[in-house]
């Protein structure tokens, strides 16, 4: 039997955190949530890596979303964006899965230092899920859901015998004398699994109304019913998990409808009119990389602890296959209030360790332990740019310990963002 047990000095590590976000000075608090029942859901990391080929080990992402919602049948149109990137010409196994050129070694050592290049990747495909009232789905970001799995798949049931299931759009009376009376269920939800193993991306599920034909996102007064988690599971140790499991679990970003609007059809503006705008500002309170493990017992080899950040543009066009894009501009605060800052660019989907964001050399980064001369920051991120979905970022961060699977945790926001972040369906 599978143990699944959370790694000490993850735990440490949070306690930490939530040090330094008690000992910086308070923010005020951007609009878009993760604690609250919304119309728009987004995952920003979910990873699927069976064999460990990229992850060093076997992970795995847990969903799952829920309808609050205590007596109507809700629907969710989701997307699921694959930011992987496959490996160039040039490399012994082209089209190979990769994270970076460091995963694309050629045959031959002639391209840069002996590695391709790693061409980044976007694709999406979308997909229903239909919840009945106060309903949870969960399902393996590897696996999917298929009809066949769902808790509830039969959408009627006869009135004669209610243990026998029936279909009432349909002409075909399997109820003998009696009448097919349509309940609440699960019909027509199809989750697929994620389209590549190893796979990096995001998840992003609108609140549509189920009643609607043609489907559009649902504008009623009932709207935000929508709550959503993700646990990200790694094995310990070896391939099969015999030491247990880590998890790292984070809440969904949602976005809250607050006004019906019919001037953009086909359009879910995020711009604090029609849904809850994006945060002006980011906060990432973090340890800085490769310090040591603050609560460590150990005399020697202490474990140092570093920080994974992943960003993902608030808006998308689904519609003409476009990601959204936006340059991250990283204002990082020490103890003392030094302040040094650096910029990235985030198109479609962005993930890095904090110290490998400016400089690739991870001990002189402003992100580094070493150069800042304090255990402890603040990360400041805005996002700024002119991309017709807008420049909003939203994402998650991980504090990972020695190595091992560490904590998630979801970002602070401050303020609201001028103008709208625009997500655009088929």
């Given at each position: 039997?599978?143990?699944?047990?959370?790694?000490?000095?993850a735990?440490r590590v949070?306690?930490?955190?939530?040090?330094?976000?008690?000992g910086?000075?308070?923010?005020?608090?951007?609009?878009?949530?993760?604690?609250?029942?919304?119309?728009?859901?987004?995952?920003?990391?979910?990873?699927?890596?069976?064999?460990?080929?990229?992850?060093?080990?076997?992970?795995?992402?847990?969903?799952?979303?829920?309808?609050?919602?205590?007596?109507?049948?809700?629907?969710?149109?989701?997307?699921?964006?694959?930011?992987?990137?496959?490996?160039?010409?040039?490399?012994?196994?082209?089209?190979?899965?990769?994270?970076?050129?460091?995963?694309?070694?050629?045959?031959?050592?002639?391209?840069?230092?002996?590695?391709?290049?790693?061409?980044?990747?976007?694709?999406?495909?979308?997909?229903?899920?239909?919840?009945?009232?106060?309903?949870?789905?969960?399902w393996?970001?590897?696996?999917?859901?298929?009809m066949?799995?769902?808790?509830?798949?039969?959408?009627?049931q006869?009135?004669?015998?209610?243990?026998?299931?029936?279909?009432?759009?349909?002409?075909?009376?399997?109820?003998?004398?009696?009448?097919?009376?349509?309940?609440?269920?699960?019909?027509?939800?199809?989750?697929?699994?994620?389209?590549?193993?190893?796979f990096?991306?995001?998840?992003?599920?609108?609140?549509?109304?189920?009643?609607?034909?043609?489907?559009?996102?649902?504008?009623?007064?009932?709207?935000?019913?929508?709550?959503?988690?993700?646990?990200?599971?790694?094995?310990?140790?070896?391939?099969?998990?015999?030491?247990?499991?880590?998890?790292?679990?984070?809440?969904?970003?949602?976005?809250?409808?607050?006004?019906a609007?019919?001037?953009?059809?086909?359009?879910?503006?995020?711009?604090?009119?029609?849904?809850?705008?994006?945060?002006?500002?980011?906060?990432?309170?973090?340890?800085?990389?490769?310090?040591?493990?603050?609560?460590?017992?150990?005399?020697?080899?202490?474990?140092?602890?570093?920080?994974?950040?992943?960003?993902?543009?608030?808006?998308?066009?689904?519609?003409?296959?476009?990601?959204?894009?936006?340059?991250?501009?990283?204002l990082?605060?020490?103890?003392?209030?030094?302040?040094?800052s650096?910029?990235?660019?985030?198109?479609?989907?962005?993930?890095?360790?904090?110290?490998?964001?400016?400089?690739?050399?991870?001990?002189?980064?402003?992100?580094?332990?070493?150069?800042?001369?304090?255990?402890v920051?603040?990360?400041?991120?805005?996002?700024?740019?002119?991309?017709?979905?807008g420049?909003?970022?939203?994402?998650?961060?991980?504090a990972?310990?020695?190595?091992?699977?560490?904590?998630?945790?979801?970002?602070?926001?401050?303020?609201?963002?001028?103008?709208?972040?625009?997500?655009?369906?088929?």
């Open positions: 039997m599978v143990k699944i047990r959370r790694v000490d000095s735990a949070g306690l930490v955190l939530v040090a330094t976000v008690l910086l000075a308070s923010t005020a608090r951007g609009l878009s949530t993760s604690d609250k029942p919304a119309a728009i859901l987004v995952w920003p990391k979910i990873v699927v890596d069976t064999s460990g080929t990229l992850e060093g080990r076997p992970t795995d992402t847990i969903i799952q979303l829920s309808n609050t919602d205590d007596d109507k049948l809700r629907q969710a149109h989701c997307f699921y964006v694959n930011a992987n990137g496959h490996c160039g010409p040039g490399a012994a196994q082209p089209g190979r899965i990769c994270r970076d050129s460091r995963d694309c070694p050629t045959s031959t050592g002639d391209n840069i230092n002996g590695f391709a290049p790693c061409i980044p990747g976007w694709s999406e495909i979308d997909f229903q899920i239909r919840i009945t009232p106060e309903q949870p789905l969960v393996r970001a590897s696996e999917g859901l298929s066949s799995q769902v808790p509830l798949p039969n959408p009627g006869c009135s004669n015998n209610p243990t026998i299931p029936c279909n009432p759009l349909s002409s075909i009376n399997t109820c003998g004398s009696g009448t097919c009376v349509a309940v609440a269920s699960n019909a027509g939800t199809g989750i697929p699994p994620a389209p590549e193993d190893p990096v991306g995001t998840l992003k599920c609108i609140q549509f109304d189920p009643d609607l034909r043609p489907p559009a996102p649902d504008q009623s007064t009932s709207t935000n019913r929508f709550t959503g988690e993700a646990a990200i599971e790694a094995c310990l140790e070896g391939p099969s998990c015999t030491d247990g499991v880590d998890v790292e679990k984070y809440n969904a970003v949602g976005f809250r409808h607050r006004t609007v019919a001037d953009h059809p086909g359009e879910v503006r995020m711009d604090g009119v029609q849904y809850e705008a994006c945060p002006s500002t980011l906060i990432l309170n973090h340890i800085f990389d490769n310090a040591p493990d603050p609560l460590s017992t150990a005399t020697a080899n202490v474990p140092t602890v570093i920080t994974d950040l992943t960003l993902v543009p608030c808006g998308d066009d689904f519609l003409r296959q476009e990601p959204g894009n936006a340059t991250a501009q990283y990082v605060f020490n103890e003392f209030e030094q302040r040094l650096t910029s990235r660019k985030v198109d479609c989907f962005f993930e890095s360790q904090i110290s490998l964001i400016d400089t690739p050399n991870s001990t002189r980064s402003i992100f580094s332990f070493n150069v800042q001369g304090s255990l920051g603040q990360t400041r991120i805005r996002g700024v740019g002119k991309a017709a979905t420049h909003g970022l939203i994402g998650v961060a991980r990972l310990v020695g190595g091992q699977r560490g904590v998630a945790y979801n970002l602070q926001q401050s303020g609201n963002i001028s103008g709208a972040d625009i997500i655009t369906i088929p």
